[in-house]
């Protein structure tokens, strides 16, 4: 039963353009969400989060939007680095459901 | 601030044999979870406890099983490993509750043979 889902597994975009990443939730219980960045041989490390009160949240290049009616979220960066080349992984949580669950994780490729 | 530490890195083992994944975690982080990552499947979850109490449990058998010390330090244990049971293992350590921002280790890579 997965949640979360992420169903891109990977994109591909050129540097300075806009990168998208979508994610979907069945759980009306999720009143928080984050966004996590893995790159290879390292732990995910925090980008940035909402909570079900707000549909947008920015911080810098990343904004996260969310959608409670359609239980939808997305991230945008902008413009797009190849630094940011890296797994991103959607996760929520309840502040009653006591774990965070995760998605399957996007690759995302940035080309120079 | 030392991050989350996870010992060992890198572990291979056969098929049956059992192993034990360490993790420390932030100084006065009293939360630590476990999280299994397989290509295509993502971060499953496996356990998180809370000074030395198991809070949460996720969907897998009972050969996972962990544990956390007084310290908040915390051990994971795979008995009779399977094949399938090859993956990253991560640790993530917060202040308090599974809520909010989890520190990830860098993980221990077991490769089942």
Redesign the interface.
Known sequence: DQQVKQNSPSLSVQEGRISILNCDYTNSMFDYFLWYKKYPAEGPTFLISISSIKDKNEDGRFTVFLNKSAKHLSLHIVPSQPGDSAVYFCCAGGTSYGKLTFGQGTILTVHP | KAG?TQTPRYLIKTRGQQVTLSCSPISGHRSV?W?QQTP??????LF?YFSETQ??K?NFPGRFSGRQFSNSRSEMNVSTLELGDSALY?C?SSVD???????????SRLTVL
Request: hydrophobic fraction near 35%.
């Open positions: 989350v979870s999280y295509g499947q993502g971060l499953q979850f998180e809070r949460n996720g991560l993530a509750r599974e809520a909010g921002e989890l520190f990830f280790g860098e993980g």
